[in-house]
């Protein structure tokens, strides 16, 4: 059974960092691209950033380019979100994913969200 769980959210003002952290079990994570969605209160959930399975390859929405930085250890099936120049509109749950779709960003397996407040 895989799991993915979400750490690392909190309330910040504008203009902070955070760092979420995601660790999926029961895959082969180094096999699978990684990323990162987000759903704000009465919008759809929306791609934030992804990973290919190497770490060599990174993919990001224009909202967070330049802000944001994915990685990911692949000795610790975790990946990383680095959010830095935080905006009041980053404000919104932050969803893991596991066994992502490059490029149609089909998810295999999401995690439960960890909630990112930003305060202006």
């Known amino acids: 059974q895989v799991h993915v769980v979400e750490s690392g959210g909190g309330s910040v003002q504008a203009g902070g960092s955070l760092r979420l952290s995601c660790a999926a079990s029961g895959l082969t994570f180094r096999r699978y691209a990684m990323g990162w969605f987000r759903q704000a209160p009465g919008k759809e959930r929306e791609f934030v950033a992804a990973?290919?399975?190497?770490?060599?390859?990174?993919y990001y929405a224009d909202s967070v380019k330049g802000r944001f930085t994915i990685a990911r250890d692949n000795a610790k099936n975790t990946v990383y979100l680095q959010m830095n120049s935080l905006k009041p509109e980053d404000t919104a749950v932050y969803h893991c994913?596991?066994?992502?779709?490059?490029?149609?960003?089909?998810?295999?397996?999401w995690g439960q969200g960890t909630q990112v407040t930003v305060s202006s």
């Open positions: 990973i290919s399975p190497s770490g060599l390859s990174k």
């Open positions: 994913a596991a066994d992502i779709t490059i490029n149609t960003w089909v998810v295999g397996y």
